[in-house]
């Protein structure tokens, strides 16, 4: 899943997601997140849901 996917399943701008995820860029890092990846691994994606609570069915 993409950024701008992600960030279109919460209702936000990719912009606004790139905010929130700057606060969490550590835990992304272990999860093999760079800074500027479009694409996000599934591990990735599902920890971003839960800490945001987003809901991408």
């Not at 919460?10 to 835990?27: D, E, I």
Request: net charge positive.
């Amino acid at each position: 899943m993409t950024q701008t996917q992600l960030a279109s399943c919460a209702g936000v701008s990719r912009r606004t997601l790139y905010n929130w995820l700057q606060s969490r860029q550590k835990h992304l890092r272990k999860l093999g997140v760079q800074p500027n990846a479009k694409a996000l691994p599934p591990a990735a994606v599902k920890y971003i849901c839960e800490a945001f609570c987003i809901d991408i069915n």
